[in-house]
């Protein structure tokens, strides 16, 4: 089930279940998953795009093992907040992921920025240039699923009060 609002996605998120959030590239898919109390996010690694039965079957696999309970995509707006192309290419892979996995709330998260905050924080931590390439999907991944995991902590609080 696809939710574009964050407050329904973490209502339809069964609890003690994992999160994994997704930073979609025209050739790499950038995967991070959460801990089932939602409060960490960690890259876990990059999926060379192929085809799209491929690459689901991949992420399937994520999914059963890790026991997942929602999925989070990077939702890439320009930077004036419309969408555009690479917009309506994640919407699309989201119907699709939809269609194997109907129970799963799938939610998206504006992941503007989120490249470059990646990108910074391997250069702080002197990252070589051959590395940054290997990693910087998946630590995109876990910018965009930790954003996530902040605002579903925020949401929470609030319904508690």
């Not at 329904?8 to 979609?24: H, K, N, Q, S, Y």
């Not at 905050?117 to 250069?123: G, K, N, S, V, Y």
Request: with cysteine; glycine share 8%.
């Amino acid at each position: 089930m696809i939710l574009d609002d964050i407050t329904e996605f973490a209502t339809a998120v069964p609890p003690m279940r994992a999160l994994i959030g997704l930073d979609l590239g025209e050739k790499t898919i950038g995967v991070a998953v959460s801990d089932s109390f939602l409060s960490v996010a960690t890259p876990l690694e990059t999926v060379r795009r192929k085809k799209f039965g491929i690459d689901a079957a991949r992420l399937g696999e994520i999914i059963a093992e890790r026991s997942i309970g929602g999925l989070i995509l990077g939702l890439p707006y320009n930077m004036d907040g419309s969408e555009g192309p690479r917009c309506q290419s994640t919407r699309a892979f989201a119907r699709n992921l939809d269609r194997l996995h109907p129970d799963m709330p799938i939610g998206f998260w504006d992941e503007r920025l989120s490249t470059v905050a990646a990108e910074r924080a391997l250069l702080e931590a002197d990252t070589s240039r051959r590395r940054r390439a290997e990693v910087i999907d998946h630590v995109a991944a876990g910018y965009i699923l930790q954003g996530v995991l902040d605002r579903l902590r925020v949401i929470r609080a609030a319904q508690e009060n």
